[in-house]
């Protein structure tokens, strides 16, 4: 089978880039959008190929997954032999459970729905549920952009800095930074009150006179952050911390709340289009990674130490 990348718009650099990884040019593709918000997909030069369709679902989400839908409709009709969703930022994955009665599985929906519209495998970058594939009703690989994000952090982080977990959900992801990094982890204790406000409840290991790396899958209002980074120096930390994530989400008011001085380094990846941001901002590309992984599929390969927490 031909190899062909299929760009949507939602991070069309991030695809383009992709396929340069990959020694070849985005097969043609175009989105058409009517005057009352409808969108009308045209793929080309996909018959009987391996597609892989680069759409990440990130602002404004439904959008960018209606249109990853109806790309992925357009490859099966024009008779792809394979569809294989690449969504580095996948939307929905924090609704991976009913907190209370009357809740939708959001991520379950979303996993239904691209099997049905023609994907025969996803694959995401450190999403918000590293389990994704329990979900899923086809093959799904959660890949990690910790190792490039690692990288990127060696040169600039103390060498007597701490790696802390701004919550539970973070503290696999810590440890994965932890051993890249050989530094000792710490935990916040946090409780989330609303989709942009939490309440922290103290810290679990010694931040005293130590700068930290503040690290999480994901940035969207920088709540989580900013709360973190309250605790950190009422425990006695030093004013110097970086913020580490892979999803630039940034939403208001996350600029204002990464501008702080005690933050001197922002570092994410562009799994997202990154405009505007916190002035310490600086990104990291996973185009190279993607590519990877998506020749390494094509040649049937296994995808081991790309994977998440491998």
Known sequence: MTLRIVAGTANRG??????????MEPAASEVERFPDGELRPVVANVRGADVYLVQPTGPPVNDHVIELLLLLDA?????????????????????????????????????????????????????????????????????TAVPVLADALWDRLPADAVVVAPDLGAVRLARHYARLLSRPVVMVRKTRLTGADVMTEGLVGEVSGRPALLVDDMITTGG?????????????????????ATHGVLVEPAARRLARPEIHDVVVTDTLPQRDGPRTRRVCSIAPLLADAIGRLHRDEPLDELLVHA
């Open 14 to 23: 991030l695809a383009e880039a992709v396929a340069a990884e990959l020694y």
């Open 224 to 244: 989580t952050i900013d709360a973190a980074v309250d605790v950190l120096l009422a425990g006695g930390a030093q004013a110097d911390i970086a913020v580490s």
């Open 75 to 143: 490859c099966r009709r024009d008779r792809a032999e394979r569809v294989t969703v690449v969504a580095p930022y996948f939307g929905y994955a924090r609704q991976d459970r009913r907190r209370r009665p009357g809740e939708a599985i959001g991520v379950r929906v979303m996993a239904d729905a691209l099997a049905t519209a023609g994907a025969r495998r996803l694959v995401v970058v450190d999403p918000h549920m590293p389990a994704i594939e329990a979900v899923c009703a086809m093959p799904a690989d959660a890949l």
